[in-house]
Structure formats: C-alpha cells, structure tokens
Nanobody, 121 residues
Framework: QVQLVESGGGLVQAGGSLRLSCSASGSIFRINVMGWYRQAPGKQRELVATIMSDGTPIYADSVKGRFTISRDNAKNTVDLQMNSLKPEDTAVYYC???????????????WGRGTQVTVSS
C-alpha cells in the first residue's frame, strides 16, 4: 500500500547534470530516512545518499561534492541533484524509504522500481 515512484533519469554526457525525484504515497505515518541507491550491471546495489527526517545527509565518498540530496517532509519526496556526472555514475538508481505505516508498527523499508541513468563519455 506504500509506493515509491522515481522520475528524472535519462541519458546525459559526462560533465552534465540530472535531477532525480522520488515521491512516496500510500499509508504512511512517518518517514524516518529517505535515500538513493544505485546498481550498475554486474555490481551490487550501493548507497548513493540518504537524508534523515531532520535534513542530515549522508553521501557515498564517490559522489561527495557532486551530488546533493534534499527532501520535503510535507510532500514525502526526496530529490537527488547530480552534477559533474561521470560514466561510472551509470546505473539504475533506486529510491528507498524507511518508514512507519502506523504509529505502532515497526519501521519497514520500501523501494522504488528504479530509474536508469546513463552517462556517456
């Protein structure tokens, strides 16, 4: 009953920018953490960036200084601004939310279906 829908992926040349957006909808009491992960072909899914409900961000070393994560708690959305993109950023990017469906249920992790980001050299 909770859905995460990503948008904003695409094809861009190296050095370019893209902005990813993710919207969470459904039965949501509170979202604790929202974030972005990515998975390149033949590789494991890895953390890109996460952001706490108070706005505290965490970034993977590989994207620090290039990517910026932000969220809107009122709208249950999280964005990822990606600048100075490199071919090694090519991957499927997944939105993740750790949230409570009700006040009394434990936190649960939900994932979006992913959006493709391709950076050409």
């Amino acid at each position: 009953q909770v859905q995460l829908v990503e948008s904003g992926g695409g094809l861009v040349q190296a050095g370019g920018s893209l902005r990813l957006s993710c919207s969470a909808s459904g039965s949501i009491f509170r979202i604790n953490v929202m974030g972005w992960y990515r998975q390149a072909p033949g590789k494991q899914r890895e953390l890109v960036a996460t952001i706490m409900s108070d706005g505290t961000p965490i970034y993977a070393d590989s994207v620090k200084g290039r990517f910026t994560i932000s969220r809107d708690n009122a709208k249950n959305t999280v964005d990822l601004q990606m600048n100075s993109l490199k071919p090694e950023d090519t991957a499927v990017y997944y939105c993740r939310a750790d949230l409570l469906v009700t006040k009394t249920t434990p936190p649960y992790t939900f994932w979006g279906r992913g959006t493709q980001v391709t950076v050409s050299s």
